[in-house]
């Protein structure tokens, strides 16, 4: 009995045993390695939160955050506004037999590498870019539009690629909606519009919210795209950590910016999952 | 110093940074053997055609880490155990920080071609230090205006000032490196690059402030060539031959000018490490690299090119005329030393970068 009892506790901290190594090692020892460094002086290693005071009092610094959350919300919203329909033709319109080659269709931009796509839409919004010349072409324009190194480009690079990840999310919680609710509204009166606004869409906003919720945490935390599209004619925050890295090597400040970028983060995660109580009991 | 051994934030903060790269270093060490020669490296010295004849006749297989910048450069040497690596890429003014970590070993000036070198990049005041010399440039160029000769007026590209005038507006892109473009904005107001201090800072933020006016685009070195190859912009502000020598082929409109007001000189130089266990084959290395062949080869790399610092170095007539190489003694003479700052001013010049990045 009690050797029974042992093993049915020992087993599920065997299991996750790896799991939690990996995290400490990974996760929470680099976490606290780096919150102790947000502390300290970059000359000397004093204690300090010189650090901290600087993203709040430079104007340089927290326009970076302000960005970074202005270009994060416009991402999201546009991706959920294009994910929604495209999700919902998949899951709906689309025959049952032909949805897996929809789907892999809809992915294929995952496949390929994320520097070799940025750069692939830097060259399509070039100056002597594809739109630029098809726009020159059909004499709409006749000058050139700067598209490419702007916070247009950076918006549409994040946009092509979260738009797939809301659309499997989104289109998860879809094929999870059992007809019936659809067909009792439908008996009780209800019109298509109000099915849709008073049935569908609420019962697959959490499908909605875990791939926004998703979005915001890559999107706020990428440097690459920015990197590449923006043309650092505005630095988000990413940029300003690396910045602090490259030359002179200010691991503390670089620290206290991740940290400050993380709280962000979470602030974001608890919003989402006390709004639509996503986490599970 | 004491103080940092003596708090106990700091030492728990080193302990757990320790254990950290203890075990990154575990991953990213994979199967080096002890006899491989470890160097920290610029993309330039990855190339093949750079390494593959200095293995072959050494019987060595050199382990390259690239890094992108002094400071990350550092933080790996932090992060690993003494006598991990052998060999370094440094910028020439940033010898001296490695010197007083206590890093780099004395280079034996008999055994290198110092007196080869042309005397205006030896940069002695960076690589030697209380006497002892730690560092020897291997390559060098200018931080000045890379330009599209057929988009531009070249009369125009021998004043710094075109830079901030309305006839470039839109065309420029500023390359994303704040030392050497905070350099030409010294230039441009008429300041020596050895002599900036604190006070200068305003006049120099207001010059690049006007840059950023005409800018399209500030890139780092990929993007800020893409775009002068591309023709996104003509003109690109701390550019020189690392830019444009490289793409002459393709594209031959690609030139750079020394203007009249002068560039900023940037050099590398190698350092050995002194805690390596394979001192011999460290000098060997470095001995190669500054042979006439190998400063050809790490002149023509394929990640970029720049001027070997040996006046031996074997390129060919093309290579020499696409380099410009003889018109170096002119282009020496009217260069001006890297801002080389204290570490205070060095922050609050990074910090002037933000905000100019920032400025909309």
């Not at chain 2, 020439?92 to 280079?107: A, N, Q, T």
Request: with cysteine; aromatic share 10%; net charge neutral.
């Amino acid at each position: 009995m009690s050797v029974a009892g042992d093993n049915s506790r020992a087993l599920p901290w065997a299991l996750v045993t790896p799991a939690l190594a990996w995290t400490l090692l990974f996760f929470v020892l680099p976490f606290i390695a780096m919150g102790l460094s947000s502390l300290t002086a970059h000359e000397g290693g004093a204690f300090t939160l010189a650090n901290y005071s600087q993203f709040f009092t430079d104007p340089s610094y927290w326009r970076a955050m302000v960005n970074s959350l202005e270009v994060t919300a416009i991402v999201t919203a546009v991706s959920i506004l294009l994910a929604y329909p495209f999700a919902w033709i998949l899951a709906e319109m689309v025959p049952e037999r032909w949805q897996r080659l929809a789907l892999m269709l809809a992915v294929l931009p995952f496949w390929t590498s994320y520097v070799v796509r940025s750069y692939s839409w830097l060259l399509v919004l070039a100056q002597n870019g594809v739109i630029n010349r098809a726009l020159t072409d059909i004499g709409l324009i006749g000058e050139p539009l700067q598209l490419a190194n702007t916070r247009f480009a950076t918006v549409t690079g994040f946009v092509h690629f979260f738009v797939m990840l809301l659309t499997l999310t989104i289109f998860a919680n879809l094929k999870q909606l059992s007809p019936s609710y659809r067909k009792a509204a439908a008996d009780l009166g209800a019109g298509p519009v109000r099915i849709f606004l008073h049935v569908v869409l609420p019962l697959t906003l959490p499908g909605i919210m875990v791939g926004a919720f998703l979005t915001f945490v890559l999107c706020i935390g990428d440097y690459i795209t920015p990197q590449i599209l923006g043309g650092n004619n505005e630095l988000v925050m990413p940029q300003l950590v690396m910045m602090q890295i490259g030359r002179r090597g200010d691991f503390p400040l670089a620290s206290a910016l991740s940290i400050i970028l993380m709280a962000v983060v979470t602030v974001a995660y608890l919003a989402c999952a006390r709004w639509l109580k996503i986490e599970r009991a | 110093m004491t103080t940092n051994a003596r708090n106990p934030l700091s030492t728990l903060k080193s302990s757990l940074a320790g254990a950290c790269a203890a075990v990154a270093l575990l991953i990213a060490a994979g199967g080096a053997k002890a006899a491989d020669l470890n160097a920290l490296i610029w993309c330039d010295h990855s190339d093949p055609a750079l390494l593959q004849p200095f293995e072959e006749a050494n019987n060595v297989k050199v382990n390259v880490k690239e890094f992108e910048g002094t400071g990350a450069g550092l933080a790996i040497v932090d992060q690993s155990q003494p006598g991990d690596w052998d060999v370094m890429v440094i910028d020439s003014i940033d010898v001296p920080r490695g010197v007083e970590k206590g890093l780099f070993e004395p280079l034996p000036e008999d055994k290198l071609p110092f007196a080869d070198l042309f005397p205006e990049v030896k940069m002695d005041k960076s690589t030697i230090v209380d006497g002892k010399r730690y560092g020897i440039t291997e390559k060098f160029g200018y931080n000045t205006i890379g330009f599209n000769k057929t988009k531009v007026d070249p009369a125009d590209m021998q004043s710094l000032a075109s830079l901030t005038s309305d006839k470039y507006k839109g065309k420029i892109a500023i390359y994303d490196y704040y030392l050497p473009v905070i350099g030409m904005a010294a230039l441009a107001i008429g300041k020596k690059t050895a002599d900036l201090t604190e006070a200068d800072l305003p006049a120099l933020k207001a010059e690049l402030l006007k840059m950023k006016t005409n800018a399209k685009l500030v890139g780092e070195v990929t993007a800020s060539q893409t775009a002068l190859a591309t023709g996104e912009v003509d003109i690109l502000v701390g550019g020189g031959e690392w830019v444009t020598a490289g793409l002459a082929k393709e594209n031959p409109a690609l030139d750079f000018s020394i203007p009249k007001e002068g560039a900023v000189l940037w050099s590398q130089s190698l350092a050995m490490f002194k805690d390596s266990k394979n001192k011999d084959m460290a000098l060997k290395f470095i001995e190669y690299i500054m042979s006439p062949e190998g400063q050809a080869r790490l002149a023509t790399s394929s990640c970029y090119w720049g001027m070997p610092s040996n006046k031996k170095a074997a390129l060919t007539d093309d290579q020499k005329k696409i380099l410009r190489f003889d018109e170096q003694p002119g282009f020496l003479a009217r260069a001006q030393a890297y801002p080389a700052p204290s570490a205070d001013l060095d922050k609050k010049m990074q910090d002037m970068w933000t905000a100019m990045l920032q400025a909309q």
